[in-house]
């Protein structure tokens, strides 16, 4: 059996977090999530972006790739692409990921990519020190935004359920049990699977603090039904206070990403396990 020990780095590094981030809740969440679904750390594989949130794998114990700005989901979809067997988490902030990275969320929820999506939504930039993100609340002053935030906040489960994702859920980051709960399912699932995590940042948002999510949010009751596409989209749109747990688990699941690679019709093999049939590459390569 794997211990929570597996996903500790063997090593002593500077976490670049503030003390009191809502990260840390999230990062100890994950390792133990990991360690009790007792998933190999040669198995899992983080890709991120840029920003404090998209720091996380580097305080893992596993495989992951650091990419450009906005870039971890392409990076996600490749990798899974060339090995579909890897548990593939895509992990970053709200401006890397429904920002800078806004386009690569709708495609990957159109294709299906058998990924978890771990986005940290503290509704701020908090590696360049503060400015609006997508999230931000309206009205919100930033070193920016010093008349305030003029646009209504993006709304990424209404977005991602739009788009035709099957499994939604929000959960704060200092609720472990639940968030554990969730990253669990989500892992089971087989297909997109979005969380939106609410982790505050306490240098950058004074006013999105841990006494503003608890007392603005609430967890769905257990008579709450989640397969219900049309019940998740209302309350992907409630705003008075934000609704959290598994919102959406389409029971109907779609083909993943990979299950409609040609690559995979014949030959279930990861393609590094493959012998490269150097003649007919050339020959390929001789026609462009």
């Not at 503060?130 to 930033?142: D, F, K, L, Y």
């Amino acid at each position: 059996m794997t211990t929570q020990s597996t996903y500790e780095l063997p090593f002593k590094v500077d976490n670049a977090w503030c003390p009191g981030c809502g990260n840390f809740g999230i990062l100890n969440t994950v390792k133990k999530t990991l360690a009790e679904i007792d998933i190999p750390q040669q198995n899992v594989v983080f890709s991120s972006g840029i920003g404090q949130a998209a720091k996380l794998p580097q305080y893992v114990h596993a495989n992951y790739f650091n990419g450009l700005h906005g870039r971890a989901l392409p990076v996600a979809t490749a990798i899974k692409a060339s090995n579909p067997e890897l548990l593939v988490i895509a992990e970053g902030g709200d401006g890397d990921m429904y920002g800078e990275g806004g386009n690569h969320f709708l495609h990957t929820i159109r294709r299906n990519v058998d990924i978890v999506h771990l986005v940290h939504n503290n509704m701020i930039y908090g590696l360049t020190k503060g400015q609006a993100s997508p999230t931000s609340q309206r009205g919100m002053v930033t070193p920016l935004q010093i008349n305030g935030v003029s646009l209504e906040p993006a709304n990424p489960l209404a977005v991602a359920l739009s788009y035709g994702a099957g499994f939604i859920a929000r959960v704060f980051s200092g609720d472990t049990k639940e968030m554990q709960e969730i990253i669990s399912e989500a892992v089971k699932y087989k297909g997109y699977a979005l969380i939106d995590i609410f982790p505050p940042c306490v240098s950058f948002n004074k006013i999105n603090t841990y006494k503003w999510f608890k007392e603005n949010t609430y967890y769905v009751s257990d008579d709450y039904d989640n397969t219900s596409f049309e019940q998740a989209l209302g309350k992907a749109f409630e705003k008075e206070k934000l609704p959290m747990g598994i919102l959406y688990k389409n029971p109907d699941q779609k083909k993943s990403f990979t299950e409609h690679l040609v690559a995979y019709k014949n030959n279930s093999k990861a393609l590094y396990e493959r012998t490269v049939n150097t003649k007919k590459l050339q020959e390929l390569v001789d026609t462009i």
